[in-house]
T-cell receptor, first 111, second 114 residues
Framework: AQSVTQLGSHVSVSEGALVLLRCNYS??????LFWYVQYPNQGLQLLLK??????LVKGINGFEAEFKKSETSFHLTKPSAHMSDAAEYFC?????????FGTGTRLLVSP | DTEVTQTPKHLVMGMTNKKSLKCEQH?????MYWYKQKAKKPPELMFV???????INESVPSRFSPECPNSSLLNLHLHALQPEDSALYLCASSQARTVGQPQHFGDGTRLSIL
């Protein structure tokens, strides 16, 4: 069975600093991986997806993620944080009709 | 703006009430999902419909009853809920037969059980 691990329930950065949110997956086959963002009182919005076409995936709002098979990782990055990036971020892997979510990382951005 | 629309946005009900949550999408997706999300937790899958047929029920109590009347609509009928059922209920949809397609989520219904 697939599992997804997100290291760090909270990550704090200053505005303009690099954002790095970590995600590791456990899968016996190449996975389909996703990052979602959830703002307060909203649903989940798809940031980007990995479907084996390219290891570096660019998403919306300046985010990108790199798939590293040797490290079973799919970390999310953004070069320069904005205040509006403060939200909950979920990494997820797709099994048969099921999304397996990590526990989430809350990104805090300070001025 | 989300392409999956959920109504109502908020719902307060007593434990003896019957209510329904509604979800609608017009993206031509043939797979639709209900999730339950408690505060500070990831969404938990409840039900999956594929081509209007229930394909997954994650051992959800019978006080939750899903219905998929057509390819664009998904309902969740609620009856005799418990206080611990208070949560954000999310609907999602995806293409059914193409492997690896992402799920698109609505903004949810925040349910409070008195």
């Amino acid at each position: 069975a697939q599992s997804v691990t997100q290291l760090g329930s909270h990550v704090s950065v200053s505005e303009g600093a690099l954002v790095l949110l970590r995600c590791n997956y456990s899968s016996s086959v190449p996975p389909y991986l996703f990052w979602y963002v959830q703002y307060p009182n909203q649903g989940l919005q798809l940031l980007l997806k990995y479907t084996s076409a390219a290891t570096l995936v660019k998403g919306i709002n300046g985010f990108e993620a790199e798939f590293k098979k040797s490290e079973t990782s799919f970390h999310l990055t953004k070069p320069s944080a904005h205040m509006s990036d403060a939200a909950e971020y979920f990494c997820a892997a797709l099994g048969f009709q099921k999304l397996v979510f990590g526990t989430g990382t809350r990104l805090l951005v300070s001025p | 703006d989300t392409e999956v629309t959920q109504t109502p946005k908020h719902l307060v009900m007593g434990m003896t009430n019957k209510k329904s949550l509604k979800c609608e999408q017009h993206m031509g997706h043939r797979a639709m999902y209900w999730y339950k999300q408690k505060a500070k937790k990831p969404p938990e899958l409840m039900f999956v419909y594929s081509y209007e047929k229930l394909s997954i029920n994650e051992s959800v109590p019978s006080r939750f009853s899903p219905e998929c009347p057509n390819s664009s609509l998904l309902n969740l009928h609620l009856h005799a809920l418990q206080p611990e059922d208070s949560a954000l209920y999310l609907c999602a949809s995806s293409q059914a037969r193409t492997v690896g397609q992402p799920q698109h989520f609505g903004d949810g219904t925040r349910l409070s059980i008195l």
